[in-house]
């Protein structure tokens, strides 16, 4: 396996269900990011990882929660959903310094969430 | 408010054309400009990326050119290729700690045969 991988690629739920999504990157970087991918609207950044610290969207709504065990594994937990939830949801990592600009992001294929 | 803005919202170009996107971007305090290119099926990937130090970089059929005092950059594609066909952002990011960057809306390039 090399880079960033998503799984599910894709996933239908019901707005009762609770399910993960999982990213797993192999480039040996410090920071990992989920974003939400919606038609016409820009990329939108929902949680990072970097640095040992956590920073997230303050918009994004807490039936979202994401989960960091260490700096190769992400995870998305999704529970209670809305329709309007249905999205792309991209994971990325970079290799993050304290002083520098956010580096190159390497993104993953995203995982196509349909919320009936 | 969207910091990060592209123009146009979608382009049709022939084969060999020069295609030309747009982004303006309103923080001052911004000094990291990518462009990111994006697939059908595929997330988002790097093409190219300037810092306000120089005005133009190229890469092949790629170039940026970068207008500090106009808060605009924009990315030139030459002899554009049907395989150009994609999805591309612009997007912007200060220095600093865990700096983040800001995506534009993306706009969907089609290169025609």
């Known amino acids: 396996e090399t880079g960033v991988t998503q799984t599910p690629r894709h996933l239908v739920m019901g707005m009762t269900n609770k399910k993960s999504l999982k990213c797993e990157q192999h480039?040996?970087?410090?920071?990992m990011y989920w974003y939400k991918q919606s038609a016409k609207k820009p990329l939108e950044l929902m949680f990072v990882?970097?640095?040992?610290?956590?920073?997230e969207n303050n918009s994004v709504p807490s039936r979202f929660s994401p989960e960091c065990p260490n700096s190769s594994h992400l995870f998305l937990h999704l529970h209670t959903l809305q329709p309007e939830d249905s999205a792309l949801y991209l994971c990325?990592?970079?290799?993050?310094?304290?002083?520098?600009?956010?580096?190159?992001?390497?993104f993953g294929e995203g995982s196509r969430l349909t919320v009936l | 408010q969207q910091q990060v803005k592209q123009s146009p919202q979608s382009l049709i170009v022939q084969k060999g054309g020069i295609s030309i996107i747009n982004c303006a971007y309103e923080?001052?305090?911004?000094?990291?400009f990518p462009w990111y290119q994006q697939f059908p099926g595929k997330g988002p990937a790097l093409l190219i990326a300037?810092?306000?130090?120089?005005s133009e970089k190229k890469e092949g059929r790629f170039t940026i050119s970068f207008n500090k005092s106009a808060k605009q950059f924009s990315l030139h594609i030459m002899d554009s290729q049907p395989g150009d066909s994609a999805t591309y952002f612009c997007?912007?990011?200060?220095?600093?700690?865990?700096?983040?960057?800001?995506f534009g809306k993306g706009i969907t390039l089609s290169v025609r045969p």
């Open positions: 990325a990592s970079s290799q993050a310094s304290l002083n520098a600009n956010t580096g190159e992001l390497f």
């Open positions: 480039l040996g970087h410090n920071a």
């Open positions: 990882y970097s640095l040992e610290e956590r920073v």
């Open positions: 923080n001052t305090a911004f000094d990291y």
């Open positions: 300037i810092r306000p130090d120089v």
């Open positions: 997007a912007a990011s200060r220095a600093g700690a865990n700096s983040k960057l800001t």
